[in-house]
């Protein structure tokens, strides 16, 4: 099994900026992707930004230029760092880790921080 923990979140002003940070443990080994999710109110979960360990990192097109997503691969930690937030950035967001099993992919989740963005 593999626990992610987050940290970070919180209520910010438009404009303003968040640091999340999320750092896995148990069974991480095999853990070939990094990355962040969130999920806003009456919307699906979406991708945020992903970080393939020697791939290349992706963006959410609404994100780019904000958001700075970084981690260590030996550690297996991430971070968003997160700026000139906007009130649609408003959501949960969730630390995923992507782990290569015998019988296939497997998706590990953290337990969501509320980022809300609001004057």
């Known amino acids: 099994q593999v626990q992610l923990v987050e940290s970070g979140g919180g209520t910010v002003q438009p404009g303003g900026s968040l640091r999340l940070s999320c750092a896995a443990s148990?069974?991480?080994?095999?853990?070939?992707?990094m990355g962040w999710y969130r999920r806003a109110p009456g919307k699906q979960r979406e991708l945020v930004a992903g970080m393939p360990i020697g791939g290349r990192i992706m963006y959410e097109d609404s994100v780019k230029g904000r958001f700075t997503i970084s981690g260590d691969n030996a550690k297996k930690t991430v971070t968003l760092q997160m700026n000139n937030l906007k009130p649609e950035d408003t959501a949960v967001y969730y630390c995923?880790?992507?782990?290569?099993?015998?019988?296939?992919?497997?998706?590990?989740w953290g337990q969501g921080t509320q980022v809300t963005v609001s004057s």
């Open positions: 148990g069974s991480i080994s095999n853990i070939y992707s």
């Open positions: 995923n880790a992507r782990k290569v099993l015998p019988t296939g992919d497997r998706d590990y």
